[in-house]
């Protein structure tokens, strides 16, 4: 459902993301990983098309993001770190502004308004402006607007960040609602990003770890701690000894000491 090959992102001399390869097969539940400033928000924008990857590309449900960057945007929805909300617009306003830009059928934005609503729970406050909501339920507004148009495909950049104990626990459950298998042959794909490892653990089944733009860990939360190692140590051990080895790399001598 999504293939990203040597996805590339370099700001000057920053690399912000560095040749990331993965797929995600339709129904996976992917947490994508890694210490803040690893590259997830940026991998997340190149996927959904709002920056352009400097080398590299990827597929969104076999659309290319460069050949057929409409057809593979319909495919996502994208709930951003910071999601466009109107704040002075009502919960229903917002969701039919949001359903015309994604080009919903005039015929049928109410339906799929009131499923984005039931789903995410926000029937008791439709009506209200969304500035004076909590954060949790301004959390919520921003899934809907990312699932209003029923994308096959939801990438979500650390969903439940500046959230409290309680709204995160909601959320979280909101996101494992949403990514399980629908009636029918409808199934979620969904890759989430977060530092938190609580929530990788709590909602997916497969973990993407990236550090300074590498992708370093790809395989099944399962596998992972089978051995009895927790994903703790696994993070801790793969973002740590990344770092020393790139310090080692840029200081001096060490260069030619390290095989
Ligand atoms: N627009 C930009 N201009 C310059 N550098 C950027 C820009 N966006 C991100 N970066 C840099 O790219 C790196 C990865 O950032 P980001 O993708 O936001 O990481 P994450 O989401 O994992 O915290 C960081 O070093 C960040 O400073
Ligand atoms: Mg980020």
């Given at each position: 459902?999504?293939?990203a090959?040597?996805l590339t992102k370099r700001y000057?001399?920053t690399v912000a993301v560095d040749?990331v390869?993965?797929?995600?097969?339709?129904?996976?539940?992917?947490g994508f990983l890694g210490p803040n400033a690893a590259g997830k928000t940026t991998t997340m924008r190149m996927l959904t098309g709002f920056i352009p990857p400097t080398?590299?590309?990827a597929?969104?449900?076999?659309?290319?993001?460069?050949?057929?960057?409409?057809?593979?945007?319909?495919?996502i929805?994208y709930l951003p770190e910071t999601p466009p909300?109107?704040?002075?617009?009502?919960?229903?306003?917002?969701?039919?502004?949001?359903?015309?830009?994604?080009?919903?059928?005039?015929?049928?934005?109410?339906?799929?308004?009131?499923?984005?609503?039931?789903?995410?729970?926000?029937?008791?406050?439709?009506?209200?402006?969304?500035?004076?909501?909590?954060?949790?339920?301004?959390?919520?507004?921003g899934?809907?607007?990312a699932?209003?148009?029923?994308?096959?495909?939801l990438i979500l950049d650390e969903p439940t960040v500046g959230?409290?104990?309680?709204?995160?626990?909601?959320?979280?459950?909101?996101?494992?609602?949403?990514?399980?298998?629908?009636?029918?042959?409808?199934?979620?794909?969904?890759i989430l990003s977060t530092h938190i490892?609580?929530e990788?653990?709590?909602?997916?089944?497969?973990?993407i770890l990236i550090n300074q733009g590498r992708k370093?860990?790809?395989?099944?939360?399962?596998?992972?701690?089978?051995?009895?190692?927790?994903?703790?140590?696994?993070?801790?051990?793969?973002?740590?000894?990344?770092?020393?080895?790139?310090?080692?790399?840029?200081?001096?001598?060490?260069?030619?000491?390290?095989?």
């Amino acid at each position: 459902m999504i293939e990203a090959r040597e996805l590339t992102k370099r700001y000057g001399d920053t690399v912000a993301v560095d040749g990331v390869d993965f797929s995600v097969q339709k129904g996976e539940v992917v947490g994508f990983l890694g210490p803040n400033a690893a590259g997830k928000t940026t991998t997340m924008r190149m996927l959904t098309g709002f920056i352009p990857p400097t080398n590299g590309t990827a597929t969104i449900a076999d659309y290319d993001i460069f050949e057929n960057p409409l057809e593979a945007r319909r495919r996502i929805g994208y709930l951003p770190e910071t999601p466009p909300l109107y704040p002075e617009m009502t919960v229903s306003s917002y969701l039919a502004f949001i359903a015309r830009i994604k080009d919903i059928p005039r015929r049928a934005r109410r339906e799929h308004i009131d499923r984005a609503v039931e789903r995410c729970g926000l029937t008791s406050v439709r009506r209200r402006v969304i500035g004076t909501l909590s954060k949790g339920f301004r959390q919520r507004v921003g899934l809907a607007q990312a699932i209003v148009h029923e994308p096959p495909v939801l990438i979500l950049d650390e969903p439940t960040v500046g959230l409290d104990p309680l709204q995160i626990h909601e959320i979280r459950s909101l996101i494992r609602d949403l990514a399980a298998p629908g009636k029918g042959d409808t199934q979620q794909t969904v890759i989430l990003s977060t530092h938190i490892l609580a929530e990788v653990e709590a909602i997916c089944r497969r973990v993407i770890l990236i550090n300074q733009g590498r992708k370093v860990v790809d395989a099944p939360i399962e596998d992972l701690t089978r051995n009895g190692q927790s994903l703790e140590e696994l993070f801790v051990r793969e973002t740590a000894s990344d770092a020393v080895a790139k310090r080692e790399a840029s200081d001096g001598g060490a260069r030619e000491a390290t095989p």
